[in-house]
């Protein structure tokens, strides 16, 4: 009875050689670190979605995640062809529509973790009281309400304003927490502060948020 012996080996352009158990381990470790990881991001829903009644792809509605509005979802990669991400929240799994949310900027892990236990940014109070942290500019008013608000589009004032004094603008980038200063002008330009610079910013490329 023939007895049959199965070898790894390995194979070079100069010679073949028997895999020593050193070079499987490496060879593990090597295609484990080439598997990529899904890159996994905290989104806001902006709106009620019923995919049931509300989505564009009837025959795919039951893949698709429901949500209200304030939900925090966790996505995984980026947007599909058909602007869809791959997301969960509250125990479901689905598509959610790309267009219905916005990104949390948040790269801390923990406070991801925090995120997703809570679930919900509030609903309500939506507005606040100007504080001293926002405050500190002539062109604001001691009354002015500050609102939280997310950018759903890019905005470059130099290649998008309508505006000839486009330097007065602030640039800014899709998902980009905006606080607005104050009232909209009759322009539709609010006063607001990026990442701590502050300037006019167009009204139709935000979105209000919730305070969390």
Do not use: C
């Amino acid at each position: 009875m023939e007895t049959s012996l199965e070898l790894d080996v390995l194979i070079y352009p100069d010679e073949v050689r028997v895999a020593t158990p050193e070079d499987l381990l490496q060879w593990e470790l090597e295609t484990a670190s080439q598997v990529s990881v899904p890159t996994v991001r905290l989104f806001v829903a902006l709106y009620p979605y019923n995919p049931a009644a509300m989505s564009p792809n009837y025959e795919t509605a039951a893949e698709e995640l429901p949500f209200v509005p304030g939900q925090i979802i966790k996505v995984f990669g980026d947007k599909d062809a058909d602007g869809f991400y791959h997301g969960e929240s509250g125990g479901l799994s689905g598509f959610v529509p790309g267009n219905m949310v916005a990104e949390i900027p948040v790269d801390d892990e923990y406070l991801k973790h925090l995120l997703m236990q809570q679930g919900f940014l509030p609903v309500d109070h939506t507005e606040m009281p100007l504080t001293s942290d926002l405050s500190g500019t002539g062109s604001v008013r001691d009354d002015a309400v500050v609102r939280r608000m997310v950018a759903l589009f890019d905005y470059d004032p130099w290649e998008s304003s309508p505006n000839v004094d486009s330097e007065a603008e602030l640039g800014f980038r899709s998902g980009d927490i905006i606080y607005v200063l104050g009232d909209m002008d009759p322009d539709g330009f609010y006063y607001g502060d990026v990442h701590g610079r502050r300037g006019l910013v167009p009204s139709n490329f935000l979105q209000p948020l919730p305070w969390n």
